[in-house]
């Protein structure tokens, strides 16, 4: 009996982390107009279990840690800005409606409401064109990158402990040309 419940943890703990896995970020950045427009998608980040999570009218959010940095020879990348995107959905079982927000370093930017599914799977992982940095401090022909890491709420893992959670990544290089 132990050996069975044992095993079906290893086997629900393998299923997650591939889970995982499967998801991909897909980060584009392009310096224009005086910022640095950053395009990025978490592609399969709408599983059926964040479906069902939001179909059982339990709010989810998904946070995207952005930032941007330059890479130091022999020593760590410095960070020159960083930005931290909520985007969330509640589900109203009553009214059949999902109820949307965006929030940009803790204030609202948007929110809306809508009935569409499809609708919500593109405000949780896709953006498209977001001007989040300023070029000003930024040196001509000089290499920069923009790294993306996502985390979702409720968790996504058996794990309730800091470390027992497992963000998804993406970066992506530019130099900078004004």
């Known amino acids: 009996m132990r050996r069975s419940k044992a095993?079906?943890?290893v086997c629900g703990v393998a299923a997650l982390?591939?889970?995982l896995s499967a998801a991909d970020m897909r980060?584009?950045?392009l310096a224009r107009d005086g910022h640095v427009w950053v395009m990025f998608e978490l592609a399969d980040g709408f599983t059926p279990d964040?479906?069902?999570a939001i179909q059982s009218g339990l709010p989810t959010t998904f946070t995207y840690d952005v930032a941007l940095r330059r890479s130091v020879p022999f020593w760590p990348d410095?960070?020159?800005?960083a930005v931290t995107i909520a985007v969330s959905v509640t589900f109203d079982n009553l009214t059949r409606r999902h109820q949307l927000s965006r929030m940009l370093d803790g204030r609202v930017e948007a929110s809306r409401v809508t009935e569409d599914e499809e609708d919500v799977r593109r405000w949780l992982t896709i953006f498209e064109r977001v001007p989040l940095f300023r070029t000003g401090g930024l040196e001509p022909n000089t290499e920069y990158y923009v790294r993306v890491r996502a985390l979702t709420q409720?968790?996504?893992s058996l794990f309730f402990w800091p470390w027992g959670r497992r963000a998804i990544s993406g970066n992506a290089n530019f130099t900078f040309i004004p």
């Open 50 to 52: 964040v479906r069902d």
């Open 78 to 81: 410095r960070t020159l800005e």
């Open 154 to 156: 409720p968790h996504d």
């Open 7 to 9: 095993l079906a943890c």
């Open 17 to 19: 982390a591939s889970g």
């Open 27 to 29: 980060v584009t950045p």
